[in-house]
T-cell receptor, first 114, second 110 residues
Framework: KAGVTQTPRYLIKTRGQQVTLSCSPI?????VSWYQQTPGQGLQFLFE???????NKGNFPGRFSGRQFSNSRSEMNVSTLELGDSALYLC?????????????FGQGTRLTVV | EDQVTQSPEALRLQEGESSSLNCSYT??????LFWYRQDPGKGPEFLFT???AGEEKEKERLKATLTKKESFLHITAPKPEDSATYLC???????????FGPGTRLSVLP
């Protein structure tokens, strides 16, 4: 079966711009979580969506937002980009919320802010 | 403050040389502890979930154990294809948030 698909794979943006990243979960999975991965901070939880509702949110500023559509696809938006937002953004999908079931990660979107 | 640490930061083993990776946590409340494997340029791959002290899970050459303050990932007779970064994550009872450790970078030499 198809895995988690994230688009685009690579992105270069200028400071101050905004960006939207997309994640298509595995068919049948209703939970999508987003993570930021950087060499200095490691993997950090951004937020989790289940059935179009945000269930959990990590400690990130309001510039980071997301949404989930009725087909479980999710988008993450970052506004007013800063240099420190350069990172690998990963999404993970699972059957149910809370990652108590096995979560599958996509390959990520590499965002570079210049 | 909720915190997850992993040791060692990096580990080099000869093929067949067994060892253990450590994940220590100080959190307000543990809902579950997860182990992942991450290869360069890829997303993490789920390995195990542990929920209570004393629990153990095995998968091929890997065995994960959990105590009240730490978890170990034991690697028995590793092969070069086991080379990867191993991440542990704790799911908190508060808000069901997740805290990841920094990872252990494992290299298995032939």
């Amino acid at each position: 079966k198809a895995g988690v698909t994230q688009t685009p794979r690579y992105l270069i943006k200028t400071r101050g711009q905004q960006v939207t990243l997309s994640c298509s979960p595995i068919s049948g999975h209703r939970s999508v979580s987003w993570y930021q991965q950087t060499p200095g901070q490691g993997l950090q939880f951004l937020f989790e969506y289940f059935s179009e509702t945000q269930r959990n949110k990590g400690n990130f500023p309001g510039r980071f937002s997301g949404r989930q559509f009725s087909n479980s696809r999710s988008e993450m938006n970052v506004s007013t980009l800063e240099l420190g937002d350069s990172a690998l953004y990963l999404c993970a999908s699972s059957l149910s919320a809370g990652m108590n079931t096995e979560a599958f990660f996509g390959q990520g979107t590499r965002l570079t802010v210049v | 403050e909720d915190q997850v640490t992993q040791s060692p930061e990096a580990l080099r083993l000869q093929e067949g040389e067994s060892s253990s990776l450590n994940c220590s946590y100080t959190v307000s409340g543990l809902r579950g502890l997860f182990w992942y494997r991450q290869d360069p340029g890829k997303g993490p791959e789920f390995l195990f979930t542990l929920y209570s002290a004393g629990e153990e899970k095995e998968k091929e050459r890997l065995k994960a154990t959990l105590t009240k303050k730490e978890s170990f990932l034991h690697i028995t007779a590793p092969k070069p294809e086991d080379s990867a970064t191993y991440l542990c994550a704790v799911q908190l009872t508060r808000g069901q948030n997740f805290v990841f450790g920094p990872g252990t970078r494992l290299s298995v030499l032939p």
